[in-house]
């Protein structure tokens, strides 16, 4: 991909506005969780390193153009001060007389936060005179916000067009990681989906059938594509109405030589509820009263035995009904061999989106996949194939 980084511009004096996300949980008044804070570290220490005066600019909440204190970046000086370890600046106005005064007077060792960019209706417009606006406090920009890229605003887009212009160490290491996953992987690729519902990822199957070598799909979208076959599933979650669709997906993968791999064997249910009574069954033998909630042992060997052969696995969404003990067994297997195979070095892993940071880390295994994404939206954009506006103004920079 053709995207500057940091290590490309020059930052020596210059006021660097960064595009991050800081989107933190807030209770009464207190940063819950700064993880996203904290990855903001590196870019900000890379850019201060370089003799760049960093200027943060960031959303927060969903304000709809208009001021709303309760939507204020304030809340989050406190950790940013902490965490970056650095005097923070404050302007109340992302724009105007007082960001660009305040971004003329920093010092070094100075942060200065922008307040909430959404603030103003131009944000989510992608309004040029906004952006223009936005571009007087930098003289350079960096877009440290993937998980923000699938959108086209002023400050992830538009700014890209204004200023010289490069990807933050976060955005970087996640298109490093989406590029050895999907664009030019290892092969054979093996892709997991799973999750509730066919409807939902219609496009990620359409799109991932084209690019991997074997396709696994489990969780309750795995019912629609047996009950396309001819499954009874009894009265588990079922898009009945999508048996086409399905049928035209596995058509799809036969034409691409991507192998689908659908469970061989599950475990029923009489209701979803955490320790239900339940028994492995095949398929031909589901209960008209039960309900399938994860894949069985067969199926589990199934999968490991892909991921064996496998260089490459892209992971979205879980195996069974993950959140209810023991309906996450299949997950949590699944999960842990890969986990172990990525150890050994014989597999990249790759995951994210939806449910599946959670589904990953009650496995246990979060931090032992190659690159987790907690980017969500702009993860499965990216898995269905969608350019990211926000990466594209960066490559055409
Ligand atoms: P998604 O947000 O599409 O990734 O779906 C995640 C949700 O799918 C989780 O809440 C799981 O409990 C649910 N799920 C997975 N498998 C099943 C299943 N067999 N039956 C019902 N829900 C399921």
């Not at 699938?150 to 890209?160: K, M, N, P, V």
Request: proline share 4%; hydrophobic share 45%.
């Amino acid at each position: 991909m053709a995207y500057k980084t940091l290590d490309d511009i020059d930052l020596s004096s210059k006021r660097v506005l960064i595009r991050v996300d800081i989107n933190v949980p807030v209770d009464n008044g207190v940063v819950t969780d700064a993880t996203r804070v904290e990855r903001i570290r590196p870019t900000v220490r890379d850019v201060m390193a370089k003799g760049g005066k960093p200027i943060l600019l960031a959303h927060f909440g969903r304000p709809k153009g208009r001021v709303a204190p309760d939507m204020s970046l304030k809340v989050t000086l406190g950790t940013l001060a902490e965490v970056l370890g650095a005097d923070m600046r404050f302007s109340e106005n992302c724009i105007g007389e007082e960001a660009v005064a305040t971004s003329n007077a920093l010092a070094p060792g100075d942060v200065l936060l922008l307040e909430n960019t959404r603030f103003h209706p131009g944000e989510e417009t992608n309004d040029p005179t906004f952006a223009a606006e936005l571009a007087k406090s930098g003289d350079v920009y960096v877009n440290d916000a993937f998980s923000a890229a699938h959108r086209a605003h002023a400050s992830t887009e538009g700014l890209a067009r204004l200023l010289p212009a490069a990807a933050g160490r976060n955005m970087q290491a996640e298109l490093e990681a989406l590029e050895k996953a999907l664009a030019s992987p290892q092969r054979p690729v093996v892709a997991v989906v799973g999750g509730a519902k066919v409807s939902t990822k219609l496009d990620l199957l359409g799109n991932l059938v084209a690019k991997v070598d074997h396709l696994v799909i489990g969780g309750g979208m795995a019912n629609t594509f047996l009950a396309a076959q001819g499954y009874d599933v009894g009265k588990s979650l079922c898009e009945h109405e999508l048996g086409d669709t399905a049928r035209e997906i596995m058509d799809k993968a036969k034409t691409a030589g991507c192998e689908v791999v659908l469970p061989v064997d599950v475990v029923v249910a009489g209701e979803f509820k955490a320790h239900a009574d339940n028994h492995v069954a095949d398929l031909e033998s589901v209960p008209a009263d039960a309900m399938i909630l994860d894949a069985g042992p067969q199926s589990i060997a199934e999968i490991t035995a892909r991921f064996d052969r496998a260089k490459t696995l892209v992971w979205n969404g879980p195996l069974g009904a993950f959140e209810i003990e023991p309906f996450n067994a299949a997950t949590n297997a699944a999960a842990q061999y890969a986990a172990e195979r990525t150890a050994s070095g014989e597999l990249l892993s790759v995951a994210g989106g939806g449910d599946t940071v959670a589904a990953l880390n009650a496995a246990g295994v979060g931090d032992r996949f190659t690159y987790v994404s907690t980017a969500g939206g702009a993860f499965l954009e990216w898995l269905e194939g969608k350019t990211l506006p926000g990466v594209a103004a960066l490559e055409a920079g």
